[in-house]
């Protein structure tokens, strides 16, 4: 109707710069509207027989008319540029990945090219024919199936651009979902593109909702763990046609399975998570497959899993607790801590002013001036404990090292309650003050030696940290049953970036923080701000566990996750096809400060005897970081150990492990990105396109400023619309005139 009306299409006007063809000055146009708007107000005021303002109305329709036909006495038209029949290539791009099978999609673009687009292009230009799958190729017709394992489009677009220098390549058009994984269709495709000012015409196809199909977006755990550790699984999780229904997520190591949850399907097309308790089971390095039950009609049930790798380190992280007095709190927490194989537990207590009681030393040496005043010996252990000591005893060096301990060496530090400890031991003036979690009271009286309970809020309820069992309500049941403590301290209030996760209770309408936690530089702070949690076991039946699982739990958080001088690590757990790997390793010095000057090679293993040696470049920016990307030739598990040196020392190593996986992405995500096609097309001057709606595709094509193009000139003033407007002005003065008496 469109084109009816106007004589062109649509794109025609939004390409097209306005002329008049008949060579005559726009000056003279303007003067001779303002001559006609002159005219008609003398000719009203002479008249006078009607209302001011009818007279205004009828004034404006009469020199509408008038002005109308003055405009079209100018012909006014539309200067376009259009490509050169036959001179100008089209390259057409069929996306022949697999989720193109999804919903007969490539049968559906298969039929459009073949049915009319490809005859119609044909006219006016030469086509050529490319597919994007994992790498793009020159074909000559479509293959009869979608069967590449990825989708490269920005691959194939770069292809074009690049040939555009010796071959007049007037437009792009674009076949296919938008399901792009290549990872290349950034701003460098883009701006390729826009140099070359070809438009990509994309025909994007299947649905923008999927119908029925639940799919896991995600999963996240740890990479790194002590064996039989406890794990949080997040799963992030999407449904469609399912909402409200029930269906089954499981975590499975092989045929065994770790963990397994209904699950509420919520509100459809929007992400939610779920989360998983796990036990991380022996040492080694295990693959975890996460996949949630199929539900009658999912459209595509490839997409209801995936697999993350996790590596269980058989290793005993090294703790250090100093107490200023002996106490029964010390006692009960050596005794869980020896009861974990994959703990070891220093522990030190001052037993008059100058003289020690040291437990778990390795060395007759090893702490026998007390508390360590160097770097060497305080950084060698993961984790540290400090009792019921005031401030005042350590030095201002020991007291810096106390914060560098979590800031540099990213170790955790627990801080107890006692009557010598935080607000009572003057933590609160100390240097080690900023790395609390709490505000410390600048007051002296802070600690009770009054029962009170401990009650769990709502981020400890959900914490793995808390967690006595499994099930959260029996969780939350059994630490309302524990016995009082025998003590609190009143702490101040939680910093900004503090998470809360226990409160003391000692009256109906009193509570204070008492499990608080947050991170500090490269570690972890907390404080507990009691010295009596050894009731729980005292008071309890001697089989009850409580006491033990919870004191395990907190000492292996502080220590289990605390690396060394060199850590290796990739962006991601899994990597498909040939896309590279990033490797990224962060290596300090013995200081723990950043090592600008190592290097660092690593060694990769893979399956099938796959072995290469990558040496990591600096990382701009980012002293002590190194970085490369290395492209795994196979699909499969793979090992990647990092030696760093400097000069001629071993500064560390570290492993990390991760996956190529191919023949998945396709199958995740599958619903069109339309939002991705229109993007490409406004950006590159193009447009996106229904399959519908692509009658005017070819017109549209004809008006790229690509390849080798001729200006033209179409005339408007003859166009159907402007008699219909003068026709309706006319109408509408006779009609004003009749209503208003004045014929």
Known sequence: MFEFLFNYPLAVYRKGTFVFSSGWPATLLVLGLAALAAAVLWLLLRRRRLPPARMLALGAVEWSVLA????????????????????????????????????????????LFEGRLESELKKRFPIRLYQAGETPARIDQLPAEPTAQRTDLGAALRQIASESSLLPVGAVVLLTDGADNGGNLGPETIEALRRARIPVHAVGFGSEQIARDIEILDASLPARVLPSSRLLLTVTLRQSGYRDRTAKLTVRDGDRVLAQRDVRLLADGDPWRETLALNAGNAGVKTLDIGIQPLEGESNTRNNSLERLVDVRDRKPRILYFEGEPRWEMKFIRRAAEEDSQLDLTSIVRTTENRFYRQGIRSPQELERGFPSTVEELFAYQALIIGNVEAGYFTPVQQNLIREFADRRGGGVLFLGGRAALSDGGWQRSAAAEMLPVTLQDRKGTFRREPATAELTRAGAESLLLRLEEDPEKNAARWKALPYMADYQQTGEPKPGATVLAEAVPGVRLRHPLLVTQNYGRGRVAVLATGGTWRWQMAQDARDQSHETFWQQLLRWLAGSVEERVTLLTTRQSYHGEEPAVIRAEVRDRNYLPAAGAVVTVQMLGPGGV??????????????????????????????????????????????????????????????NRELLERLAQQTGGRYWRPAETGDLVKEIELSEAGVTVRETRPVWNAPAAFLLLAGLKAAEWLVRRRWGAI
């Open 68 to 111: 109308l036909l003055l405009l079209l006495l100018w012909q006014p038209a539309l200067s376009v540029t259009v490509l050169k029949p036959q001179q100008n290539v089209v390259a057409v791009i069929a996306d022949t990945s697999q989720s193109m099978a999804l919903e007969e999609r490539y049968r559906q673009a298969r039929a």
């Open 611 to 672: 072995s290469d040696t990558v040496e990591l470049a600096p990382a701009r920016g980012e002293p002590g970081v190194y970085e490369a990307r290395w492209r795994a030739p196979r699909p499969g598990a793979y090992l990647a150990e990092a030696v760093a040196r400097e000069g001629l020392d071993e500064l560390g190593r570290d492993t990390v492990t991760f996956r190529r996986d191919d023949g998945t992405e396709e199958f995740f995500r599958t619903e069109q």
